[in-house]
């Protein structure tokens, strides 16, 4: 039996150029926090020193270890050695590195946090709202959908994912990607309500008039913790869909040919030449 795996999900970086995207992380970052609120000079000064720390700490303790996991992931795809325990093995691995990246930044992020304005706040959250309004209205726009308009689109968005990391699919591989239509939980409605729970708890804090030492505990917490407000239904379903997603890619596995193969590590050496590349 041919041993690929199709672990898109532990990739750390997509879309983009991974070299592009960490040589012009200043500029990315402000135009992304622009969107959501106006700093004064005094923060922009300050972000500016915290985000050259960042990005000392990530080159120097976390792209090596992106490598070694990387390196790690192809030998596994090479000597034929991936399971459903080698996937959750690479999946929490992947969840570690991101979760390092939380530790290292939210603590500064919170000791910068009492510098908001009300104004500043209230931009914040405004632009948070309008986020959930323009999910929902995609959502609604889904769900007005024919089911078969629905399948469709959910078919070719899956099935132009998996050929990024195989190439062109075979007849069976095509088929597997059909028959798992219908098969997850659709969980939209409880992310939605998950987000708004945990952006109201949010909200409520930075509300209150002190903003010492205990509101820093309080937001450090749901910062580092948001997953509190995650329901037990979504919890379960969550696991559900991860467990029938796995043994979705290992049933693609099973028939992938040695050309896929090839591609794939192709495409995670390419990813792992772009991080060698920023070590230098």
Not at 222 to 242: A, D, H, T, W, Y
Request: net charge negative.
């Amino acid at each position: 039996m041919k041993k690929t795996i199709l672990i898109v999900f532990m990739l750390l970086l997509g879309g983009c150029s991974t070299k592009f995207v960490y040589k012009n992380v200043d500029w990315l970052v402000y135009w992304y926090i622009d969107d959501f609120v106006e700093l004064t000079d005094e923060q922009e000064d300050l972000f500016d020193k915290k985000l050259a720390q960042w990005l000392v700490w990530h080159k120097a303790s976390e792209l090596p270890q992106y490598l070694s996991h990387l390196q790690e992931l192809s030998g596994d795809i090479k000597n034929q050695q991936l399971s459903l325990d080698k996937m959750d093995y690479h999946q929490n691995k992947a969840r570690d590195h991101w979760l390092r990246i939380k530790a290292k930044i939210i603590p500064d992020l919170v000791e910068m946090s009492p510098s908001l304005s009300e104004e500043q706040v209230v931009s914040i959250f405004k632009e948070i709202d309008e986020l959930n309004e323009e999910d929902a209205e995609e959502r609604a726009e889904r769900l007005a959908m024919s089911e078969d308009k629905r399948k469709t689109q959910s078919l070719k968005r899956n099935k132009k994912n998996l050929k990024r990391w195989l190439g062109s699919l075979n007849v069976q591989q095509e088929t597997l990607v059909e028959n798992m239509y219908g098969q997850y939980h659709s969980n939209g409605e409880l992310w939605l309500e998950y987000r708004l729970e945990y952006q109201k708890a949010l909200r409520a804090l930075f509300d209150e008039s002190d903003r010492g030492d205990k509101f820093k505990f309080k937001l450090h917490e749901l910062l580092m913790n948001p997953e509190v407000f995650r329901g037990e239904l979504l919890n379960q379903r969550n696991i559900e869909n991860s467990n029938k997603y796995k043994e979705f890619l290992l049933a693609l596995d099973a028939v992938a040919t040695e050309k896929q193969r090839a591609h794939i590590l192709d495409e995670i050496a390419e990813f792992a030449d772009d991080v060698s590349d920023l070590l230098k």
